[in-house]
Structure formats: structure tokens, C-alpha cells
């Protein structure tokens, strides 16, 4: 992607190296993928409900002790051996609850969150960021050209290391409910390491793609974009139609210039290559986990072979439909 590479101005992808291309297309091969769970709720994921209340007695502990102390200042003899009882047992309460907390720690690996309009591509993303293979295998996430087909939050756990969750699209086809649950992940989820905004190459930003990144900024919530369906654009005008998209869109007005990538997920015709910018994204993403690109970072869980025969399985159907299809 480094023809995409040229705009001194923007924050560009990280530049990969060969090793780090083999090292990491190694990991996302080796990785044992799992699709962990599908939320329609945001307290169904696994420990948050339990983690929201403790916070919530914390605070509310917290609270009742500020006022607890002015009132004992007032009468500080007659109260004082109570008050060290209670507070004992107060601690015993918190000590009981962080082990429980670190327990459900070894299930809160870091999140990685795909968003954007319906039929953008994430869940083609999704496939094409798991999968090495040259066939477009709809191997993991579901994929549709009906707008709208991801109903909810799907979270893929990869080697153990960290989780990419894909979420049901906005615009004119999503629900509220799905806004709102994405929106109460976004503000909620203390493992979520970044989000990344996918946005369509050909067709640009429209209204509800501004108003979920004023959303993002106003809430704090770091993120990154991924320009998607790049093979959408003529050949040769690629660097100016994005430079263009960027320069009069909301974009060009964030203080904190997110990091553009530029990708296509599917395998198109236009011969710049099946998953263009898949290895620069999987770094980043790598990194925003807090991992770095080497044998002592990634240790991932690996496939078992019976996993591997499946997905072998999977690709040589896919290859008999392609050779079965009449050429004309
Ligand atoms: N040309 C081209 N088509 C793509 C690309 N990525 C996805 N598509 C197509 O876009 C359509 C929608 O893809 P999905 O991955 O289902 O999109 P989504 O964002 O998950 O959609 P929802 O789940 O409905 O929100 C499918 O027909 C894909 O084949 C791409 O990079 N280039
Ligand atoms: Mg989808």
C-alpha cells in the first residue's frame, strides 16, 4: 500500500516490514479462532453485569463514607471502635470482590471494536483480517449484500491474545437498539483498546458517518478509520480521491488526527490484490492491544489440527464452486 502512503499531512498506516508481514500473517494462521459471544444485551457479557454493580457500590460506598466522616468529626469519641468495625468489614467486602474481579480479568482481554454504516463491510473485514486464503471464504463472519444482516455485537476471540468485535451497521437500515447498544459498549467497555470507523471509499462520509464521529469525540473514545472497498476507486486516482474525501469531510477538523487505512476486504477483479491493507490493519491492531510484533508478545493459542482439516475443508468447497462455475 505504499502508493497510498504519500500525504505528509495525515496519519498514515504503519509501514510493515517483510518480517513483520510473515510474523504476523504467521499469527493470524496459527491463531485458534473463536467466536466467543453474540450480545443482544450489553449485560450479557460475560462478568460486566456483575463488574458494573461492584463499581457501583464502590462509588456508592464511597459516598457514604464522605458523609459518614463529617458526621464523625462532630462525634468522634463515642463513635470511633463502631466505625473501625464497620470499616473492617466494609474492606472485607472490597478484598472479596477484586479477587472475583481478577478472576473475571483472565476473560477481559483486550477489544478491538469494527463500526460503520450498514453494508460498509465490516463483517467482510472481519474474514478478511482471520482468514489467508486467496478464495473469498465467508469463513467467520456472515456476510450479505442486504444491508443490515449483523444484528448484534460478535466478539472473535483471537489466539487467546485479544477479541475483534463486530457490530450490527447504522444508517438508515439500523435500529435504535442496535445504536444504543453499540453506544453502551462504547462507553461501558473497559477492555475496548480501539475502535475503528469503516467508512466506504467510493461513497465518502454522508450524515449519520459525522454524527457517530462528533459521538466518538465527544465521548472520548479513541479511534481509527478504515476506508473500505478501495477497488470502488479508478485506478491511478486512488491517493486524490481519498485525499479529497478526507479534506472536506469533519475529518479534516478533528484535533486528533485519527490513522487512516485503506482497504479492500473482498476478492475483486481489479487486480490490486486481494485484502490490500489487511497486513498494515492487523498491525495496528496489534499494537493498540499493547502487543508488539514478536515470538515473546505473541503467543497465541493455537488451531488444532482437526480445526485446521475444517477450514481446509471449507476452502476446497469453496474452490470446487469456483471451478464448477460455467465460464460464460
Ligand atoms: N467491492 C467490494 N465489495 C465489498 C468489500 N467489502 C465488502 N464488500 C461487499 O459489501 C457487501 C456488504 O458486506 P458486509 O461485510 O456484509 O457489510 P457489513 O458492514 O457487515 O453489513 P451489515 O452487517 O449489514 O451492517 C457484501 O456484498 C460484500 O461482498 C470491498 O472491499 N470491496
Ligand atoms: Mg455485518
Redesign the pocket.
Known sequence: MEHFQTRSSMKITPKVSRSQESAISSFFNESRIIQDWSIFNYEEIPGERKRLDLENEISEGVEAELEGSEEKEKDDDETEQDGDIEDSEKLDDITLNRSQLARSRANNLPELLLM????????????ALLTNNRQ?VKTY??????????LCLNFYNIGGMFRIV?S??YGQ??KQWQGELVFQYLQNRRVMRNCYL?LDSKVGLNQYDELIINNLVQLGVPFDVVF?????IPNGHEIEHLENLIDNSILAELKIQPRYYF????D?SKGIGYRSGISELRLGMIESCGLSVNRKSLRPVKRSREAEEKLKRRKLKNVKMIVNTPKD
Open positions: 460503520g454504516r450498514c453494508n460498509v463491510g465490516k463483517s467482510s473485514l472481519i474474514n473469498n463472519a456472515k456476510v450479505r449484500q442486504r444491508a443490515g444482516y449483523t463486530d450490527p451497521g437500515k439500523g469503516m473500505n472497498k478501495i477497488d470502488k482497504v479492500n476486504s473482498v475483486t
